[in-house]
């Protein structure tokens, strides 16, 4: 059965992408959705067989690689993490499948975009169910390819195609930290199977290793390296700039890949290496520092966008820094609770925005929006409760998993991340009900002809949104009360935890904080956007640098421009010029050519077609010879 999870997603992806020109779009969109419908199924049974029944099990299928001591396998881990990622990766997709088929109807190359769907699909799901960093790695670089291809899938629009190169050029940064970790990993455990090297980790934990002439912590230079990688795959600050762009794609590849699935991999990867984390010290407070910075820093700059997918896009890189930070303080479990109840909500927040931007008629700007929420009710709906859900108010799904991430930062003595994650609560709420009021009240900003074409998506559109609504509502309760994602028994040790948190006795005000950020956030956005509507305005002249500051994204594609991409540039086109073209070709296969080029063209002057000229010639010629022999003999 396992099997099956991964190959039906890579057959329907083959079959649609070889056969594309030949089948119909109805086709594509029948085969590809019908595999990932019977994929997620084949998930929840695996899930059932794991995590309740607690049957984890490792599937060998092959020898991949042996070349001298180094040696790979080709298997499949199925323990409680994985079964998680399974299900949150594969029920999502099969939403989003179903969704594009409403959403991409109209789209030329509909085969085309249903094959890499499902190819992502496939590369996601050998990254989580890899039993070896290699593998691993492998899946790792083909979500960022396919990523490459969904974003750019408008390949005529050059904005398509510069976002498309920057995710793939920025992910490549932290890819680099990530195969320099993974090289760390073989030269000091001797393999790069996972059960093999965290049964090692306490033998080796005091173990120094020489990093470019300096003496340091094998576990401490394996763990960054790590997280070097995790940084870029999961936009953290630093590596976050082409999140936002990403969302040049469709709108279902923004609530596939940059919501629920290729962006968390990151966490994933933390999570899985919990046995090196936990000997490490100082990779877990970079990490959370970094997440809880990041966390603040997202939320800071989605107050002042007005795109309502780069809004939450944002969102989702200040989301992910709550689960960075929950897996610095030691809280793996928290992190990936996290994980899973964001999917389903941010999942459902991009989709509901394509639903908008559908029937606004491809308009993003929430500035030309405003007085649809008659016209599309049901959308309007299904965006209050993800936004719910994200501000974390009671009972929806947020409210669980962020309370029990701060909860953790608290008792772990970790200031910082609980009060900047607690400030980017307070931002969260406010930038959610900014985006609903702008877009579903007051007066209609859009042009007559736009506001007359306002409807309600098709059913395939809106029967995904009720069903992820339903996980934005249920997901955090089944969890925690059903399911009991923060006890050890349900992990099974694909978790590893030294450090054991006391969430259950910190202050009931601690316990209450986040609910009571979300709440004044909710509250501060309809004082301002709904009864003051020019308040807005008015606040945003008063603070005008901070509000530069955060509409411009604190200027950091800038300052890259600056520091990187231009120099570059300007070295690029100097070797090009002058070395390329003047020293290399011009002294190498093109010099060469001038020289037999003029010689040619000197040697053909003395081809004259007269015979006397060439018996004087051949007379000088003799001549010459003689005298040489007579001069040498």
């Known amino acids: 059965m396992a099997i099956f999870i991964i190959l039906l997603p890579l057959l329907s992806a083959i079959v649609t992408g070889l056969f594309s020109g030949k089948i119909s779009d109805k086709l594509a969109c029948l085969i590809t959705t019908i595999s990932m419908i019977l994929t997620a199924i084949l998930a929840i049974v695996n899930f059932n067989n794991v995590v309740i029944d607690g049957n984890v099990h490792n599937i060998h299928f092959f020898s ?12 499949m881990m199925l323990d409680s993490l994985t079964s998680v990622m399974l299900v949150v990766v594969t029920v999502v997709s099969c939403l989003v499948h179903l969704y594009s088929t409403g959403y991409m109807s109209h789209d030329p190359n509909v085969p085309r975009f249903m094959s890499y769907l499902s190819l992502f699909t496939f590369f996601m799901i050998m990254l989580v169910t890899s039993d070896n960093f290699l593998q691993l790695f492998l899946g790792w670089e083909g979500v960022g390819l396919c990523s490459y291809l969904l974003i750019g899938f408008w390949y005529k629009k050059e904005s398509a195609n510069k976002a498309a190169m920057k995710a793939f050029i920025v992910n490549r940064v932290g890819d680099f930290g990530f195969a320099l970790g993974i090289f760390t990993i073989f030269s000091v455990f001797n393999s790069l199977e996972f059960s093999h090297i965290f049964s090692q ?16 912590p094998a576990f401490d230079l394996i763990c960054l390296l790590l997280f070097m990688g995790s940084m870029g795959k999961s936009a953290q600050i630093g590596l976050h700039t082409w999140l936002p762009d990403a969302m040049e794609g469709p709108t279902p590849v923004s609530a596939l890949i940059h919501a629920a699935t290729m962006v968390t991999a990151g966490v994933f990867l933390v999570a899985r290496c919990s046995p090196l984390f936990e000997y490490s010290c100082l990779a877990r407070e970079v990490v959370t520092i970094v997440g809880a910075i990041t966390c603040a820093f997202a939320a800071t700059i989605a107050l002042t966008q007005n795109d309502i997918k780069k809004i939450i896009a944002y969102s989702t890189c200040s989301q992910l820094g709550y689960m960075f930070f929950a897996c610095g303080v030691s809280s793996y479990d928290a992190g990936v609770f996290h994980l899973m109840t964001h999917a389903f909500f941010k999942a459902l927040l991009f989709l509901g925005a394509g639903s908008v931007i559908h029937a606004m008629s491809g308009e993003q700007d929430i500035n030309k929006m405003g007085g649809i929420a008659k016209k599309i009710p049901f959308t309007y709906i299904m965006m209050w409760i993800g936004s719910l859900a994200l501000a974390g108010i009671f009972p929806f799904a947020g409210y669980y998993s962020k309370d ?3 909860e953790s930062a608290y008792a772990s003595g970790s ?5 900047l994650g607690n400030f980017a609560a307070f931002c969260t709420a406010f930038y959610s009900w900014r985006l609903i009021i702008k877009c579903f009240h007051g007066k209609a900003n859009a042009s007559e002809d736009v506001m007359h074409h306002v409807h309600e998506s098709p059913l395939s559109m809106t029967i995904p949104l009720g069903v992820l609504a339903i996980g934005a509502v249920l997901a955090g309760f089944v969890a925690s009360d059903l399911l009991h994602i923060m006890d050890e028994k349900f992990w099974n040790g694909s978790i590893v935890n030294l450090h054991h948190l006391d969430v259950e006795s910190v202050p009931m005000w601690v316990k209450n904080m986040p609910l009571l950020m979300g709440i004044s956030g909710i509250i501060l956005a309809y004082f301002i956007y709904m009864i003051f509507p020019k308040l807005s305005d008015i606040i945003a002249s008063k603070i005008r640098p901070l509000y530069l500051l955060s509409f411009n994204k604190y200027y950091i594609d800038e300052i890259y421009d600056a520091i990187f991409v231009r120099p570059i540039m300007k070295l690029s086109r100097y070797l090009w010029q002058i070395v390329d073209v003047l020293v290399i070709d011009g002294l190498g296969p093109n010099g060469f050519a001038f020289i037999a080029r003029h010689f040619g063209a000197v040697v ?17 010629g003799i001549t010459i010879i003689i005298s040489f022999l007579v001069i040498k003999s």
């Open 201 to 216: 980790v306490a033998s080796k934990q005091s173990l120094i290793i020489n990093f470019l002439g300096w003496q340091v």
């Open 64 to 75: 991949w690689m042996n070349v001298g001591a180094f040696s790979v396998n080709w298997g």
């Open 415 to 419: 200031n910082f991340a609980f009060i």
């Open 404 to 406: 029990i991430i701060l």
């Open 604 to 620: 053909n002057k003395t081809q004259t077609g007269y015979i006397y000229h060439y018996l004087f010639v051949m007379l000088a």
